[in-house]
């Protein structure tokens, strides 16, 4: 249930990632919290922020090595393949575990 709830919040944008706190909280920079120039979103930080790279490393080889793009949709809106489906989307609850980004999503 942990889990599904996790994937729920992503997927309807409903975390605690800098971007959304900043929608609700005047002068609360929306920029990455790990110091990136960019917006801290969902996308920003689960495809695209360098330091996330190390973490994420499984989930993009495994897409790759199927030809799935890496993308936010296709990491959290997986292939209809059962077994695609089901790895990566437990290579991105481990990435998620791993990097800290469960206690802000």
């Keep these: 249930r942990i889990k599904n709830s996790l994937l729920h919040r ?5 975390n605690r990632l800098n971007a959304r706190v900043a929608s609700f909280t005047q002068d609360f920079p929306p920029l990455c919290a790990q110091g990136c120039a960019a917006v801290e979103t969902a996308d920003h930080a689960l495809i695209h922020c360098p330091a996330y790279d190390p973490y994420r490393r499984n989930l993009r080889q495994f897409l790759l090595e199927r030809n799935v793009p890496f993308t936010f949709k296709t990491v959290i809106n997986p292939s209809s393949d059962s077994h695609t489906n089901y790895t990566t ?17």
């Design 10 to 14: 992503i997927r309807t944008n409903r």
């Design 89 to 105: 989307r437990n290579l991105l609850l481990a990435f998620i575990q791993k990097s800290g980004l469960v206690n802000r999503l």
